[in-house]
């Protein structure tokens, strides 16, 4: 069985990076910039005033109490057509560009107006309550790097440095099918040995989340001709992911059908609790992800391939959010496989956040995964370890996030 670290460099190491587009700045709130983005101006363009005042020669003002004539005023967007000589002052308001001449801003609090006189009550430096040209950025600087995820500063810093359409990763399309007799669609009401497929919404917005455009294909029955009708469909995509069919069970045709289709499995079996009979392959440039069909085996196994996978084809760093808490339990040595343990918050009575993992771990409890906050991860052969030793945890949370 192959150890998962090694199963995710595989993974990795097949998936190529989706072309970009361009789109509109607005519609790039949470799409990944593919490449680095520069200022197309200076911001400010022009040294402008911090304050609302006067813009005066700041050696007028060497001693409080100078009195300067008021030659003009100069708001916010507008320049000032002149020049400020020895003894005048110009009106101006934040945001607006010093006058030529002008060094500094007497604040309207520290001045006197009388008519078009203005008397300081202060002394002031060269350079007071003035934003040189470039205080936030020069033009040329590069603000955004390519692969940086698009927040909400990030567009408006992209908005301030001058573009208005940005070049974003495509969103990577891919193809999710579920497969088994037993399944019935959301919805439906299901026979008496049949279960609502929970894999099919769960896997989509995964996808979502992860910055994906899923494309849910619906469930496969275990037939052959079935599998290859539904998969027909995935043509155009990045990637194709399916859930269940892949143990070894008489029911379980996904190798063999696909195999017979042209894929090329790279690996099948990997060392993982849960999540163990995991497949990866490729339909010629396609990568294909077999997940296992046990609803906590196929969202753990999206978590750590399938958002790794993902997270790649966009440009982004693909390790997963792992953190470390101490444990509320005490935790048995673990056997060969790597484990990834439901858990959740709990406060010590020093209040100290501890995690305790699921009393069961069964891999078709989805319940306990939906209300799980974290998942602990364990290496093979972890020994046995006491209650308030340090382990890893990944926050779900957070692993649900790009
Ligand atoms: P399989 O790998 O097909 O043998 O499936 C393993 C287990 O997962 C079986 O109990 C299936 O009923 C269950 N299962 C498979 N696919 C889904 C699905 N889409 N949603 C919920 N449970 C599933
Ligand atoms: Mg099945």
């Known amino acids: 069985m192959l150890p998962v670290a090694e199963a995710r460099a595989r993974i990795l190491e097949a998936v190529k990076?989706?072309?970009?587009?361009?789109?509109a700045l607005p519609a790039a709130h949470g799409r990944v910039l593919a490449r680095d983005l520069r200022a197309r101006r200076s911001q400010p363009p022009l040294p402008v005033s911090a304050m609302d005042g006067y813009a005066v020669r700041s050696e007028d003002l060497r001693e409080p109490g100078?009195?300067?004539?008021?030659?003009?005023?100069?708001?916010?967007?507008?320049?000032?057509e002149?020049?400020?000589?020895?003894?005048?002052?110009?009106?101006?308001?934040?945001?607006?560009?010093?006058?030529?001449?002008?060094?500094a801003i007497l604040v309207q609090e520290r001045a006197e107006r009388s008519d078009d006189i203005v008397r300081a009550l202060v002394a002031l430096p060269p350079g007071k309550f003035v934003r040189p040209a470039g205080l936030d950025f020069?033009?040329?600087w590069k603000g955004l790097a390519g692969g940086h995820l698009l927040d909400a500063r990030a567009l408006g810093l992209a908005a301030a440095m001058g573009h208005a359409w940005l070049p974003v990763r495509r969103r990577p399309r891919v193809a999710i099918l579920a497969t088994g007799d037993e399944l019935v669609w959301p919805g439906e009401t299901p026979g008496p040995a049949g279960i609502v497929s929970s894999n099919n919404p769960t896997l989509t917005a995964m996808v979502v989340g992860w910055g994906g455009a899923p494309l849910d294909l619906g469930i496969a029955r275990d037939r052959p001709e079935d599998l290859m009708r539904a998969l027909d469909q995935a043509r155009d995509t990045d990637f194709v992911i399916t859930s269940g069919g892949a143990s070894v069970g008489a029911?379980?045709?996904?190798?063999?059908?696909?195999?017979?289709?042209?894929l090329e499995v790279a690996f099948w079996k990997i060392a993982m609790r849960p999540g163990k009979p995991l497949m990866f392959g490729r339909f010629g440039e396609i990568p294909f992800l077999g997940l296992p069909g046990n609803p906590v085996s196929a969202a753990v196994c999206a978590i750590v391939f399938l958002r790794a996978a993902l997270l790649r084809s966009l440009g982004r760093p693909t390790d997963l959010p792992i953190g470390r808490a101490r444990l509320?339990?005490?935790?048995?040595?673990?056997?060969?496989?790597?484990d990834y343990m439901r858990g959740r918050w709990k406060r010590s009575p020093e209040g100290e956040l501890l995690v305790e993992p699921a009393s069961r771990q069964d891999s078709s409890m989805f319940a306990t995964f939906a209300h799980?906050?974290?998942l602990i991860r364990r290496p093979p052969h972890d020994p046995?370890?006491?209650?308030?030793?340090?382990v890893e945890i990944i926050e779900i949370a957070r692993a649900l996030a790009v």
């Open 138 to 140: 020069e033009a040329g």
């Open 384 to 390: 046995a370890r006491p209650a308030g030793e340090e």
């Open 251 to 262: 029911y379980d045709l996904v190798q063999e059908t696909l195999t017979a289709r042209g």
């Open 66 to 80: 100078a009195a300067l004539r008021v030659i003009g005023e100069v708001p916010a967007g507008r320049v000032f």
């Open 328 to 338: 509320a339990v005490s935790l048995d040595a673990n056997d060969e496989r790597e």
């Open 372 to 374: 799980a906050d974290l």
């Open 82 to 103: 002149g020049r400020l000589g020895p003894g005048e002052a110009v009106r101006i308001f934040t945001g607006a560009p010093l006058p030529e001449g002008a060094d």
């Open 17 to 23: 990076p989706v072309p970009y587009e361009w789109v």
